[in-house]
């Protein structure tokens, strides 16, 4: 009762702290912010109470905008604490700069430092907002003529990248809708299912329905003069008549549209994507000319690499929606020739098909034998289809960042959930698994998926610095969405969350946490090394097992009181260095990581037992239990102590009851307590019976509960 009373204490004085809160990051003042602005340009006033300014040129007039993105896009970051950048946009909406101000990344903090995430943030110089910015890498191999512009990412830090670059791109959006009147914020346009009207495809091209882009070779030709490529397109010099880009645009989202300008094969292939995908409006191109629609480099179901699109000055995302494209027999003949591809645009994502757009195509010409330079030409088409075709309603929610961090952790994640709830059978059932034969080696596997899958790959060790980050969220009535970014660490916590009510802290500090099975395995070839094991005497053991609730206390009233010196405090976890950065790091905490491991070959499990705030965490957690799972004798404890001293973790106490807050679940007093070979009590129990008189039979095990202490 004295233990539990004081975790509930030092429990109350860390969320009295937390209760505090640390104050939000203030808006830069006008002397910081000149400092990041460089000649020919300077800081003009401040144009709105967002913090958004002028930029002015050396002559005094406006060149553009700075603004912080925080105010404007104050998405949480992986810590729990948005990322500010400052943004110096010109009036064309082009990166001039992008500068990183403040942020509370763990991984950047002191796992991989601050540089790649500054140059990642170099690499939006020179763009602009009308680019199709894309943070990744592309499909195949590319083409240097690509219309997508990939940022690349920074390994190991996927999540506080991706964040980033939303933040970055939400501001920046912002801006151009409020001061470059770059788009529309309307609901989007969905075609109408109630219209119907009889149409051919003389009526589409009649009407206007059907774009059409025609280019001669004299005009390509035209294009490329006083450029170095004028006369590298030999076949546009023989034929200056002939026909070098034929392009046709059709929206099929309406379905008068579509069944004028497919078979009825092909609409019925249309048909069965929209059922689908109904977020996606289907554009027919046709390209009937020499020029084609993509590179042979092009991979199906991406970004076409030759095509891009614009709305109101903003790109349009739009990908080959992998369609069977068959034609009407209506359409000329020189069409169903040429080569036809459905691309799909995500209304959700501003696109609205009703109001005009642009359609831009490469034209790509090569100069020179090796490592030929590449010329390009956009050549661009104009498309509205009339409004009578769409109705507009309010539109569903944008994909939420959470669901695409799910979508780009769908293997690993369809990986981890099935072993987590194989892993909770285990525990469920103890005494079955425990007594099945080669459970030792099981066990030995489980946590080699652990290191190897869980930490090293999937990079889900978890970490003080996320639970504090999510209390003092909640204490200032903050967002906790950005735990979402790492739903691979997130079901992790859920999974140990579930495990306070059922086990206690075990689930975690005894199967899931990889730097646990690092300590783990280091006493364990120190047991093959026949190094000496030390023991640490129960008394001293008794005080010391208080030592990771101070600790934890430190850490917290650290991070709110001396918040410049809480990423340094939080360096008493080794688990950056040994799990998330592989040992790549500065060589002090390196030693620091090699210290607890070499300890670990002769002290079982020193940093998790006496050290670890996490595993202070996790035992108040565990004050969530429910119940005492594992069975117990009455002799167990008077006068058997066979499980006392078999424990490694010294969990069981005198008595023989099981001290729940510092057992870590390895099951090994389970292993003992069936076994009929091992079990003290079991052992006489099998004596006295084979000494009673024929006939009778001895009593049945005694599992009433233990008195206490």
Known sequence: MAIRALIRGLLATVLVVLSLG??????????????????PYELGEPLNNNGVWSLLNSGGAEAGFVFETEPMAALPGFSGAPINMLVVLDLEGQFLDVRLINHNEPIFVSG???????????????????????????YGSG???????????VTKATASVRIAHESLLAATLQIAREKMNGVATGPPAFPDPDHDEPLDWAALVDQGIATNLRVSNAEIDAAFADTKWHDDDPEATDDPEGTYLDLWIVDLGPASIARAALSEDGLEDLQRFMAISDNDEPILVIEAGRHGLV????????????????????????????????LHPDLPDELHDGVAMVLRADRRLGFDPSAPWEMQVQAL?????????????????THETPERFFERIEPPKPVPPWLEAIYNREADLLVLAPALLGLGAVLMYPAVFSGIPGFGAARLGILFFTLGFIGWWGQGQLSIVTPLATLTTIADGGSLAFLAYDPFSALIWIAVIVGFVLWGRGFFCGWLCPFGVLQELAHKLGRWARL????????????????????LAGLVATALIAPQHVDKAAEIEPFKTAITVF???????????????????????????????????????????????????????????????????????????????????????VEIFEDEKKCVPLVLDAKRARRAPPGTSPPPPDFSPIPGE
């Open 143 to 153: 083409s240097d003529g690509g219309a997508l512009v990939y940022l690349d990412g």
């Open 112 to 138: 991989l430092g601050e540089a790649p995430f500054r140059e990642f943030l170099e690499q939006y110089q020179g763009h602009s907002i009308s680019e199709p910015l894309v943070v990744g890498s592309p």
């Open 532 to 551: 000496p094991e030390w023991r640490v005497p129960d008394r001293i053991d008794g005080v010391l097992v208080y030592l990771k609730y101070v600790l």
């Open 22 to 39: 640390a104050s939000a990051s203030e808006r830069l003042t006008r002397d910081e912010l000149s400092e990041f602005i460089y000649a």
């Open 295 to 326: 590179s042979p480099n092009f991979v199906r179901n991406t970004a076409p690499d030759w095509i891009s699109a614009q709305q109101g000055g903003l790109p349009v995302q739009m990908r080959d929606a992998d369609l069977f494209v068959d």
């Open 583 to 669: 040992f790549v790091r500065e060589w002090y905490y390196v030693a620091y990581a090699v210290f607890w491991l070499v300890l670990g070959t002769v002290l079982f499990k020193g940093y998790c037992r006496y050290v670890c705030p996490l595993g202070a965490l996790m035992a108040i957690g565990g004050l969530l239990r429910g119940r005492d799972w594992i069975k117990r004798r009455a002799e167990c404890g008077s006068p058997c102590q066979l499980c006392r001293v078999k424990c490694e973790y010294k969990a069981i106490k005198p008595s023989g009851k099981i001290a729940y807050d510092e057992c870590f679940q390895c099951l090994d007093c």
């Open 365 to 381: 010409r090569e100069h020179g034998m090796f490592h030929p330079e590449i010329g390009t030409v956009v050549l661009t088409a």
